[in-house]
């Protein structure tokens, strides 16, 4: 078991579970972003029937003691049927109605952006990673979204990802 702690050690729990010491894999899921003019529009993968409350976007800090994450920015109530569903612009007053940490200055190359979403009664949040510097070398359509990895997905593409999305195969018996 102390193996275990070990190759754990700097693991977010909530990012892997760990069953008898062994690791089961967490599903991983892109978040794909696009510039509509000077604001960064963010597509978040959601399940049908999941409405999102609210976003940040954070860093990740660390020093010789700890790791941490400090908010540039954060809101909630989103106003739009758009950004209810996973598809928002960042600091933007357009899509939610309360900013509770305003942005100052310009994004980071690199940050994680975080959802709260709300799914039958139930709480729940989900994150990604944007990577800014995708954008540069990104060719996006309209409607097409880049992921951190440099991948191009349209907004479905991006939800089919979710597991809630998928369609459950049937066999013949």
């Known amino acids: 078991m102390r193996r275990c702690a070990r190759v754990l050690a700097g693991v977010a729990p909530a990012v892997m579970l760990l069953t008898s010491c062994h690791l089961t894999p967490p599903t991983i899921m892109y978040a794909g972003f696009r510039m509509d003019g000077s604001e960064l529009v963010v597509a978040m993968p959601v399940c049908r029937d999941e409405t999102i409350t609210g976003a940040a976007v ?21 106003r739009t049927a758009e950004a209810r569903t996973g598809v928002f612009r960042v600091n933007s007053p357009r899509d939610f109605a309360t900013v509770t940490e305003q942005l100052s200055g310009a994004l980071p190359d690199e940050f994680y952006v975080e959802t709260r979403q709300e799914r039958k009664g139930e709480a729940g949040s989900a994150s990604g990673y944007v990577d800014l510097a995708e954008l540069k070398s990104a060719d996006l359509a309209d409607g097409e979204f880049v992921t951190h990895e440099g991948k191009i997905m349209t907004r479905a593409e991006i939800n089919a990802q979710h597991p809630c999305n998928q369609r459950k195969k049937t066999t013949a018996p």
């Open 58 to 78: 954070y860093v990740r800090t660390e020093d010789e003691k700890k790791i941490s994450f400090e908010t540039l920015w954060s809101a909630r109530e989103p």
